[in-house]
Structures are given as structure tokens and as C-alpha cells.
């Protein structure tokens, strides 16, 4: 529920339960002074209403009058007859004392004996008394009396008419009616302020402290999320701005170590040759090699420490051009299956120089293509393929080359029977720089580039390079690449 519709809900219950509240009150106030609901349509056509009913008041008004001008009516059997008559649509009647003894008694009142018992006694002539109330079983009655005196003879004629319920109940329970009214009306407000109070503005004090907290550089917290309402979806936008904010801070100083390794590294690598190649120089400055065969070796020595320079620079500048999105890539949609077997013909021919056995599996149907860019996705290859033979340690070294589809992916597996790698290094190796020798010795040789190169070309090619490993069992490299098209597919 949104704030805009609980505000709405909350102005219009603020007027709305006043206004019905006042209304009841009114109404309240109408019926206890009135008698009766139905006779609400009268209110402003007399103020003289005493019973429930029109017919009953304009019967009151009638033997009001002939009491004051004919008090011989009041004992006229006929005359009784008719009033009754017209009073009994009413459920209302008449009763006649005259003396001490019931001389007249409608119908309807002769049912219940127990009204004309204890009727209040005469007072004076022409007078009248009402709003007396009596009970008769659960009916409650209300009556008037009227007093004349007929040829020195006392005599009392009572109208008597049952009591709307809801009229008595008003009567009796006004007051108590009243306060819970005034109760409700004041608890109704109080709630919904305290409503309001929680449900909004403390609410916007938890998102001002957030806030004060990120001003002051404090991001180590978490906003608490309430509601889908408007300030809950502006908490979660908070909450993930300052998750943001705070990865983004953890990111730049990891940014900063990795920046810091990178120097040492780089200094490393680059010191290692530049310094055999001082030394060679000096020794050739020095005489040392001061025989052509020395001096020949000596030159061989630094034009391979050289060539390891060039080569470390060249892989430094590649990863770089690649971190930054520089590097411009040639991508063709090609056979996969002549592209393997060209490349399987050349690794085999590479590998055989170095007493390497080679085994191709290519499980590859004709007319599969992908798009790839040769000469970078060879250069995965070759990084690969070199970091198998430098670690190699077996009698019988053996490289393996499989080749499949899996779905929509062609899947290479690149496997040796080399040293292997161990549980700890192989989650890093796609790491710039990183080597499972921490010495960083150049018994192995390499920049610690290749592979994370070759993690960046795959990536270019919207691939992925996983990789397994078992420490003196060899290691396996997984390459895989969306397949783009088949039978003569186009780019």
C-alpha cells in the first residue's frame, strides 16, 4: 500500500469518523427528545410530540380538547370506541377511571390486566400529566394522563403506548452511548497518528541516521528494510546505494594492493633479465670472455635474456590492451572441425621436437561453426599448451587434445600428465602473475601472464576457461565457446 493511499485513507477516516460520529450524536439526541424513529419526519413540522406516533399525538390533541369541552365525552362508550379504535393501528389505548374503578379499558390494554394497577391518582381538574413510564413483562409503556372532574366526580382518563425498544435503549444508555462516542472519536485519532508516527516518520529517522552515517564515512552498517511502500523501495534503493558505495570502496583498495603486486612483480620480472644482461655486458667490458668461443656464448646468453624481455613486455602490454577493452579483435564465424585438425597437425608437429607425445580426439561433426578470432583463440592455445610443457616431470610426457559438443557449446580439453597443481594454487591461476612457485625461480620460466590472457580472450569471445587439477597427476584445461551457426553458417 502506497504512502499517497495510506495518507488518503487516514485525511478521510479523520473526516469521515467525526462526521459520523456526529450524525449518530444528532440522531441520538433527536430520538431521545422525539420518542421515535419513524417519527423523525416531524421534527420540524411540531415541537409538541410526546409519543411515537402522528395518530397517537393528534388523538392526544383531540381528547385534550373535548376533555377541557365536553368531559361527558370521556365517558361516552362510542366516543371511547372510535378513539380506540384509531389508537389501537398504533399499538396504543385507553384506560378510564372514574373514581376509584376502572370505568373504560380498550382492547388491546384489557390484555394486559396489569396496566391499570397503581395508576397514579387524580391530581386537579383539566389537568395532564406525561412521560410516566411503566414496565409490563419485557414491554415497556408509556402514558398521559388526563384529569377532569364530571359532576363532582373524579375522573382520569390515561392514553397508554408501547415504547419503541430502540427508543428505550437510547433513553436509558444516552449518556454511556455519548462518551463511547467521544472515546472512539479520540482513540481513533490516536491511533492513527501513532500509525502514521511508526509507520512513516520513524521510518524517515532510520533512513536520516543511515544517511549521517554515510556523511560521516561510516558504510559498515545495513539499512533494515520495511514495507513495499514508497519509503520501503527508497530504503532498499538507500541500502543498495550504500552496498554500492561501500563494495565500490573495497574494490578500489583491493584495486590499490593488486596495484602494489603489480609493481613488485613487474619490477621482478623485468630485473631478472636486465640484470644476467648487465652482468654479460660487464663481462665482456671486463675481458672476462676474452676468448671467441666465450664471447660468442656470452652474446647468445644475453640475446636470449633479451628475447625473454621483449616477450615479457609484449605479454605485459597484451593484458593490458585486453584489461582495458583495447585490444581490437578479427572474429569470423569458422569450422570447427578443419580449424582443429590444421591446429592438431601443428601442435603435433611442435611437440614432437620437444619428445612430447600428442593424442587428438576429435569427436567434432562436420559443418559446426564458431565465431572466434584464429590468431587470439591460437594464442590460448599456446599459452596453454606452453604452461603443460614447462611443468612437465614424467619419463614419457604426454599431451591430450579432445574435442566434443556439449548443447550448445564445442568444448576443447587441453590435458598433461605434467606435476599438477594443488587445491591452493589452482583457484589463482587465472591471476595475473601468479605462480604456484613462490620463489618465482626461473627454473620454470614464464611471466605468470598466460594464462590470465588467455582467461581474457575467452572472455572476449563470450567463453569460459575452467580449469582441474591434481597435484603429480597432471592438469586439464576446459575451453568452451557458444556454437554460432552450422551448414554453412555465415557470420
Known amino acids: 500500500m502506497s504512502i499517497r493511499f495510506k495518507l488518503l485513507l487516514s485525511y478521510a477516516a479523520m473526516l469521515v469518523i467525526p462526521l459520523i460520529s456526529i450524525l449518530v450524536i444528532s440522531l ?74 376502572i370505568y373504560y379499558r380498550s382492547e388491546n390494554m384489557a390484555q ?13 381538574s383539566n389537568s395532564s400529566n406525561g412521560y410516566t413510564e411503566k414496565k409490563e413483562g419485557n414491554t415497556n409503556y408509556v402514558f398521559l394522563q388526563f384529569d377532569v372532574m364530571f359532576k363532582d366526580e373524579p375522573v382520569s382518563l390515561f392514553i397508554i403506548s408501547k415504547e419503541d425498544p430502540l427508543t ?15 472515546l472512539i472519536l479520540i482513540i481513533t485519532h490516536v491511533l492513527l497518528t501513532t500509525y502514521m508516527s511508526k509507520n512513516i516518520i520513524r521510518r524517515l529517522r532510520t533512513l536520516r541516521t ?13 539499512l533494515q528494510v520495511e514495507g ?33 603486486e603489480l609493481i613488485a612483480s613487474i619490477s621482478h620480472d623485468l630485473r631478472t633479465p636486465l640484470t644476467a644482461i648487465r652482468g654479460y655486458i660487464d663481462g665482456v667490458m671486463e675481458g672476462v670472455a676474452d676468448t671467441p668461443e666465450k664471447s660468442a656464448r656470452y652474446m647468445k646468453t644475453i640475446d636470449a635474456k633479451a628475447a625473454e624481455l621483449e616477450h615479457l613486455i609484449n605479454e605485459l602490454f597484451l593484458y593490458s590492451k585486453l584489461d582495458l577493452n583495447r585490444q581490437p579483435f578479427q572474429f569470423e564465424a569458422v569450422e570447427l572441425l578443419p580449424f582443429l585438425n590444421d591446429l592438431s597437425e601443428e601442435l603435433q608437429f611442435e611437440l614432437e621436437k620437444k619428445s612430447i607425445a600428442f593424442e587428438p580426439d576429435m569427436d567434432v561433426p562436420a559443418g559446426y561453426f564458431v565465431r572466434m578470432d584464429r590468431d587470439q583463440f591460437k594464442r590460448v592455445l599456446n599459452n596453454i599448451i606452453s604452461n603443460s610443457v614447462r611443468y612437465m616431470d614424467k619419463p614419457l610426457p604426454v599431451i591430450r587434445m579432445k574435442a566434443y559438443l556439449a548443447g550448445h557449446q564445442a568444448v576443447m580439453k587441453i590435458s598433461d600428465n605434467g606435476i599438477g597443481m594443488k587445491d591452493k594454487d589452482l583457484e589463482h591461476i587465472f591471476e595475473r602473475f601468479y605462480r604456484a612457485d613462490e620463489s618465482r625461480s626461473n627454473k620454470t620460466g614464464g611471466s605468470g601472464l598466460g594464462l590470465a590472457i588467455a582467461k581474457q580472450i575467452m572472455e572476449s569471445h563470450n567463453g569460459e576457461i575452467t580449469a582441474a587439477s591434481k597435484w603429480t597427476a597432471g592438469t586439464t584445461i576446459s575451453l568452451s565457446l557458444p556454437i554460432h551457426s552450422r551448414e554453412g553458417g555465415g557470420k
Open 28 to 101: 441520538l439526541l433527536v430520538i431521545f427528545y422525539q420518542g421515535d424513529v419513524k417519527n423523525l419526519k416531524g421534527v420540524y413540522e411540531t415541537t409538541e410530540n410526546r409519543f411515537g406516533h402522528e395518530a397517537v399525538e393528534h388523538a392526544v390533541k383531540e381528547i385534550k380538547r373535548t376533555s377541557v369541552r365536553h368531559p361527558d365525552l370521556l365517558l361516552d362508550s362510542t366516543y371511547l370506541n372510535d378513539m380506540s379504535a384509531d389508537l389501537e393501528k398504533n399499538d396504543s389505548g385507553i384506560i378510564v377511571r372514574r373514581g376509584d374503578a
Open 112 to 124: 394486559s390486566p396489569r396496566l391499570a394497577v397503581d395508576l397514579p391518582g387524580y391530581a386537579r
Open 168 to 182: 428505550y435503549f437510547i433513553r436509558k444508555y444516552f449518556p454511556t452511548l455519548f462518551v463511547c462516542s467521544l
Open 210 to 222: 543511515a544517511a549521517r552515517e554515510m556523511k560521516n564515512g561510516n558504510l559498515d552498517f545495513k
Open 228 to 260: 513495499k511502500d514508497e519509503i520501503g523501495q527508497l530504503s532498499m534503493a538507500f541500502e543498495d546505494m550504500r552496498s554500492r558505495m561501500q563494495e565500490s570502496i573495497q574494490i578500489q583498495a583491493q584495486y590499490e594492493v593488486n596495484r602494489k
